[in-house]
């Protein structure tokens, strides 16, 4: 909270800082990492949870929030090696509001990752792409890439 006097009159004023969303990733639940002071948000690993709106609604909630106070650019990063039809149908609602930032001026792009012999999921992030304005950055990668040192 910050004290300002305003034509003699003491004000209050309460910044509002947005905290980021951190969720550890599970065998049925995708890590989430979305850090709005920079604009990163990340998806990754699996989507298959039990109850879709239990882990969706959360997430969907603190991006509507985001929304009305956005950083300039907005990067969104998805690194999905599968995912049920509930958790796809929640992806696309995310993207859609990608547009609505891209429509108000905001610089806005997806970093879609994907295994080199999953074309699946390759061909998953390009129907994502033809529905959606904003552009996709594809990111191939080996499994071998992804072994920690």
Known sequence: MIDRVLNGKLFFIKLLLMEGLSIIGTVLTPLISFNPLIGVMEIKGRSIPDNSDDFWVPILNWFESYLIQPAQKTIFKIDLEYFNISSSKRILFLLYKLNELAERGFDVCVEWGYKKEDIDMYEVGQDYAYMVKVPF?????????????
Do not use: A
């Not at 950055?137 to 040192?149: L, P, Q």
């Open 137 to 149: 950055i594809f990111k191939e990668y080996n499994e071998s890439d992804m072994v920690e040192s």
